[in-house]
């Protein structure tokens, strides 16, 4: 069972960065994609962005140019570079981790973590 843990949350204003992580508690082999979600009050989850163990990844067109994915594959990591945030970024940001792709639709990956708060605000 793989347990992974998000950590980096928290309150920036407009315009600011955040720096979001996700460490598994095993490894994560090259047969997972690594997924970001957020779901904000009152809303549907939403997929942000996901990377394969090449590298090669895909994003929202809601965060598109502004956050960055990324993977170490040696230390089970993936995280997520917040930039240029927004109001309407706030939302539970969660890692997620599975053995297919499912494109950019959110979906119930396999493996979750409990999430992290990201407040945009000022």
């Known amino acids: 069972q793989v347990e992974l843990v998000e950590s980096g949350g928290g309150l920036v204003q407009p315009g600011g960065s955040l720096r979001l992580s996700c460490a598994a508690s095993?490894?994560?082999?090259?047969?997972?994609?690594l997924y970001w979600v957020r779901q904000a009050p009152g809303k549907v989850r939403e997929f942000i962005a996901t990377i394969a163990w090449s590298g090669g990844s895909i994003y929202a067109d809601s965060v598109k140019g502004r956050f960055i994915i990324s993977r170490d594959n040696a230390k089970n990591t993936v995280s997520l570079q917040m930039n240029s945030l927004k109001p309407d970024d706030t939302a539970v940001y969660y890692c997620a981790a599975d053995r297919k792709y499912y494109g950019t639709q959110a979906h119930e990956y396999y493996y979750w973590g409990q999430g992290t708060q990201v407040t945009v605000s000022s």
């Open positions: 095993e490894i994560i082999d090259r047969t997972y994609w």
